[in-house]
Every structure is written in structure tokens, then in C-alpha cells.
């Protein structure tokens, strides 16, 4: 996965006259291609730090509020809760990342030291991976309670749930591992950069770490998706709920974000990889993919954004628990006298109301 802050580069002796700071576009040393990307510096430094600083506010605002609502109103009572509990964890991860991002396409230079370097790298990364993973995951707890809804009961429950997100994060975190090893700080022509550092000069390590994001962060959820929310479909066409039409745009909405948000960054990495392998050696060809990168890397944090409201904000349970928060903190700030009429005791009662329906219709409780 190529990251705009930390630029995977293999690092090597640049050819005369060459622009250091691109110097992963070939290995000039070898290969003596001069290639002068000159247009994404100025391109970088105007648009990305107002898009990345959007995307902080509107990022950190959306999955705090989605944090607050499950922990402290919600309480974590279900499988699904546990899971959306991961995904807006793994959300911060990456929006924690944006402000590092703003710095460094406003100074074009890491300021923040060797330590730093690898910790903010890996946890982009790590909140990169969990977060397609629990996206993945998500669908698959959405699958079988619809289309398995009496053989599953038993199985759906929050210690599973927690099992289950332990994994996740763990193979997250492995997955990781190698830009933990690599990236450090790197004097690159009288400017402090934070990148990959490969010792044998290769991009051997770079070409791989590309061909793992396109594995296991695209074609293997990407397979998931479409098998589960293909059966999906194919269960609540023979549904006869309220719910069904409400339910059926969302499995759109799911799949068709997370295919404009993951999809374009992933064939550009396969791109990439060609590049490395010297598959790809034109000087235009090379100057373009390095503008695609960049704005496929900021298209899919919009992700982190729309996260929020494709999970949370939509569920009918959770919508009512957020009004029943306004409403708390409302009389809390004003001292209202009815301030204990929004004990929650009224929620709880439809919520097991709630609870009592969809046990006739398993599309209620996912959706």
C-alpha cells in the first residue's frame, strides 16, 4: 500500500540530475531513466492539505460520535455492535494518520522523528487492513443471519464477536509488519523524508507489500462481499417485510462504496508493482501513475467518513439511541425538569419491543 506521507520508495544512489524525491519510480541507478514528475508537488501541496483536513474533521467527528453512542448508551450487546465497535476503532486509525499527512504535503519533510516515522506508518496500515477486514467481516455476520438465521442463534454472540476481532486485529497487525521493519527516516537530498528503506536496493519488498494490499485488502474481500450479499439478495427477494426494499439499497450502497473506495487505489498498486518489475518504463505513463496514486490514496479515506452512516447512522436501533443521546445531553446542558423522562427507560422498552419483531424477520437486526 502506498502511502502519500510515507512514499515507498526503494532507496538508491539517484542518477545525475535525477529528482530524488521520486526516485521510486525507477531504480536510475540501473535502469537510467530520468523521469521529472514536477506537476504533484505543486498539484500536492495546494489540493491535499484542505482535502485531508476535511477529512480529519468530518472523519474523527462521524466515528467519535459512533463510539460515544456504543459505549456508553448502546453497551455492546450483540455481535454486530462488537463488530462496528472494530470498524470505528479501525476508522480513528486511519483518520489519526490525516493530520501527519496535512504536514507533510504542506513542508514536503518529516519533522516528527525516527520513532514516530514507523508508529504512524504501521498504523495506517493497521487501521488500513482491520478496516477492510471488518468490513469483510460485517458481511459475512450480516449473511449468515439472514440466510442462516435459525442455524447461527447459538453462534452470534458478543464473546464470539470479541474472539472473532481479536484475530482480525492480530492478522492486521501481521500483515503490517513488514512496513514497520522498512519505513524509517531517510536523508533524501538535503530533506528529511519518511519511506521505505530497503537495504539491498531493491524493490523486491516494495513489489510484495503492493501484491499483499491487492490479496488481502481487495480480491479476497471483494469475493466475500459478492457471495455474501449475492445470497443475501437472493433471501430477501423472497422476504415479505417492511424492511425488505430499505434493506436491499443498502447491500448496494455497501458494495458500491466499497468498490469506489478501495478498488481504484488497488489497480493503481498493481500498476505500481509492474513499474517495479520494469513492466512499465514510460516516462509519461510513470509521471501519471504517481498523480493516481495520490488522489487514489485520498479518494479511499473518504471511506472513514462514510463508514459512520453506511453502519450506524442507518439502523433504525441505532438512530433512536443517538436522538435518545441529543436529547440527554439537551436537558443535561438546559437543567431541564424532564430530564428523567430520557432515563432510557422508554428506549429500553421498545428496544425489547424491538427485539420480540425481529425474531420474526432476521433483516431487522442487521440492517
Not at 456508553?72 to 489519526?96: E, G, P
Not at 514516530?116 to 493497521?126: D, P
Not at 472513514?304 to 433504525?316: D, K, T
Request: some cysteine; aromatic content about 14%.
Amino acid at each position: 500500500m502506498n502511502f502519500v506521507v510515507f512514499k515507498q520508495v526503494s532507496y538508491t544512489s539517484p542518477a545525475p540530475n535525477s529528482s530524488a524525491a521520486y526516485d521510486y519510480t525507477y531504480d536510475y541507478s540501473e535502469e537510467y531513466i530520468i523521469c521529472l514528475p514536477e506537476s504533484i508537488p505543486a498539484f500536492a501541496s495546494t489540493l491535499f492539505p484542505v482535502l485531508y483536513s476535511l477529512l480529519f474533521v468530518t472523519g474523527l467527528m462521524g466515528n467519535a460520535l459512533v463510539l460515544w453512542i456504543l459505549t456508553v448508551f448502546m453497551k455492546i450487546k450483540t455481535m454486530t455492535d462488537v463488530y462496528l465497535l472494530n470498524l470505528t476503532v479501525s476508522d480513528l486509525l486511519l483518520v489519526f494518520s490525516l493530520p501527519f499527512l496535512v504536514q507533510y504535503s504542506v513542508q514536503s519533510q518529516w519533522i516528527f522523528g525516527n520513532a514516530l516515522c514507523k508508529i504512524i506508518s504501521s498504523i495506517y496500515f493497521i487501521g488500513f487492513y482491520s478496516n477492510v477486514f471488518f468490513i469483510t467481516i460485517m458481511s459475512i455476520d450480516r449473511y449468515l443471519a439472514i440466510v442462516h438465521s435459525l442455524r447461527v442463534q447459538g453462534i452470534r454472540t458478543t464473546a464470539v464477536g470479541f474472539i472473532t476481532s481479536l484475530v482480525v486485529w492480530v492478522v492486521a497487525i501481521l500483515a503490517s509488519m513488514t512496513d514497520f521493519l522498512f519505513f524509517q527516516e531517510v536523508d533524501d537530498n538535503n530533506q528529511i523524508k519518511c519511506l521505505r528503506h530497503y537495504p539491498d536496493g531493491k524493490n523486491d519488498w516494495k513489489t510484495f507489500s503492493n501484491f499483499e494490499a491487492n490479496i488481502l485488502g481487495w480480491l479476497i474481500p471483494v469475493v466475500v462481499l459478492i457471495f455474501c450479499y449475492h445470497s443475501i439478495l437472493k433471501n430477501l427477494q423472497k422476504c415479505h417485510t417492511k424492511n425488505k426494499y430499505k434493506a436491499i439499497k443498502l447491500v448496494f450502497i455497501v458494495v458500491i462504496v466499497f468498490f469506489l473506495s478501495w478498488t481504484p487505489v488497488n489497480i493503481v498498486l498493481f500498476l505500481d508493482s509492474l513499474r517495479n518489475m520494469s513492466i512499465i518504463k514510460d516516462c509519461q505513463i510513470s509521471e501519471k501513475l504517481d498523480l493516481a496514486i495520490e488522489l487514489t490514496e485520498a479518494l479511499s479515506f473518504i471511506h472513514c467518513c462514510l463508514n459512520p452512516v453506511i453502519y450506524a447512522f442507518v439502523g433504525e436501533k441505532f438512530k433512536k439511541h443517538l436522538l435518545d443521546a441529543f436529547r440527554k445531553s439537551a436537558c443535561f446542558l438546559s437543567n431541564c425538569k424532564g430530564y428523567g423522562a430520557f432515563s432510557g427507560r422508554s428506549l429500553d422498552k421498545h428496544s425489547s419491543l424491538h427485539t420480540k419483531s425481529s425474531q420474526l424477520s432476521s433483516v431487522g437486526t442487521v440492517f
